[in-house]
Structure formats: C-alpha cells, structure tokens
T-cell receptor, first 115, second 110 residues
Framework: NAGVTQTPKFQVLKTGQSMTLQCAQD?????MYWYRQDPGMGLRLIYY???????DKGEVPNGYNVSRLNKREFSLRLESAAPSQTSVYFC??????????????FGSGTRLTVV | QKEVEQNSGPLSVPEGAIASLNCTYS??????FFWYRQYSGKSPELIMF????GDKEDGRFTAQLNKASQYVSLLIRDSQPSDSATYLC??????????FGAGTRLAVHP
C-alpha cells in the first residue's frame, strides 16, 4: 500500500531551468495538494485540486503551475527555477468524509535546491 | 490572512513528564483542528484531530479545543525520547484546505 508517492526525492537545478515534480496517490482520494516547507515558516499551500478536473491557487502560487492529470496524479511544474524556490516540497491527498475527520496523507517530499 | 501561531520551541521535557504544546488561530470560522508530528527529514503524519470544544484522548495524546479563545493544545503524557519531533498544528481553511503553523520542536531527554 504505497499511499502518496512523490518523485524525485532530491533535485538540484540551475537558475532558469524547468522541472516537474510528480505525485500519485492510490487511496482514491478526491483532493490533492502541493505544499512547500521552509525553515521557520511551516507548510505553505502552493496549489490544490479539490477534485479531478479542478485546480486552484493557494497561498504562494507564483512561479508554479499544476496539472491534475487524473484522479491519481497531480504534478507541480517550475517553469523557470529561482533560488527562492529552494525548499522541501510535499504532495498530500485527502478524502472528506464528513465524519471523524479527514486529515492529509503526505508523500515523502522532494528536496529541491536551485543554484 | 488566516494565521496559525505556535511557539517554535524547543520545548524540553524530561522522560515521563507531560509535554504541553499550544496553538492559536485567527479564523473564528475554522471547524476542524489537527496535530501532525514530523520527525527530522521526514513527512508530517497525522496524530490527532478534534472538532468539538473540550478534550479528545487517544492513548498518551490528548487534544484540547477552546473555540471561544481560538486555542488548541496537545498534551503528551509519559513523554518518551521517541516523541522528540516537531509538532505541527493545522486548522481548516475552507474548501478542504488546511493552514499549518510553523511547528513546535519537542525534545524529550532521558
């Protein structure tokens, strides 16, 4: 039972390069999210997808794009990487059940360094 | 802007003691509250959630919610060195989104 799978786990980019972070979940969750985590700033929402076919901006969307390819997969693209995008990126998924709570299941993270 | 505030710590407690972690939030409309544990270099994992005012207990963990004061806390009884981690408070921000605090680092020493 894999849960949420993120690739790659580590990446070094040069300023101006582009890349796509991949995320897939096998729990049949409707909602998926991309967060970044920086020291002292906690997790900040970049983009989210409440359901297949929809995406919305979060708190820090500038410099990123996303694609909800299908119910399982939600990718994050950096078109022109900047040093300010050096961070740890987490993908998460959740299912709202209206009962005891829905919480997020997180992937293992991607550690991105932009030089 | 909706905010979730936590003391960054570190909170240092001896083994066997009660660790008390606190969180305040700004949005009075928030309905769901979560505590995540994050070990260094790892991803967050959900340990507790609470919806209603009062206490909710799960093993050594107790979550406390006071909506009037916009305050959530997590108590860890009989703290163990394995509890040493960063604890993230998260609050519902609408449309199934969570807003996270920056976390409190807990250190349990033998």
């Amino acid at each position: 039972n894999a849960g949420v799978t993120q690739t790659p786990k580590f990446q070094v980019l040069k300023t101006g390069q582009s890349m796509t972070l991949q995320c897939a979940q096998d729990m049949n969750h409707n909602s998926m999210y991309w967060y970044r985590q920086d020291p002292g700033m906690g997790l900040r929402l970049i983009y989210y997808s409440a359901s297949e076919g929809t995406t919305d901006k979060g708190e820090v969307p500038n410099g990123y794009n996303v694609s909800r390819l299908n119910k399982r997969e939600f990718s994050l693209r950096l078109e022109s990487a900047a040093p300010s995008q050096t961070s740890v990126y987490f993908c998460a998924s959740s299912e709202v059940n209206g009962g005891d709570g829905y919480g997020y299941t997180f992937g293992s993270g991607t550690r991105l360094t932009v030089v | 802007q909706k905010e979730v505030e936590q003391n960054s710590g570190p909170l240092s407690v001896p083994e066997g003691a009660i660790a008390s972690l606190n969180c305040t939030y700004s949005d009075r409309g928030s309905q769901s509250f979560f505590w995540y544990r994050q070990y260094s270099g790892k991803s967050p994992e959900l340990i507790m959630f609470i919806y209603s005012n009062g206490d909710k207990e799960d093993g050594r963990f107790t979550a406390q919610l006071n909506k009037a004061s916009q305050y959530v806390s997590l108590l860890i009884r009989d703290s163990q060195p394995s509890d040493s981690a960063t604890y993230l408070c998260a609050v519902s921000g609408g449309y199934n989104k969570l807003i996270f605090g920056a976390g409190t680092r807990l250190a349990v020493h033998p």
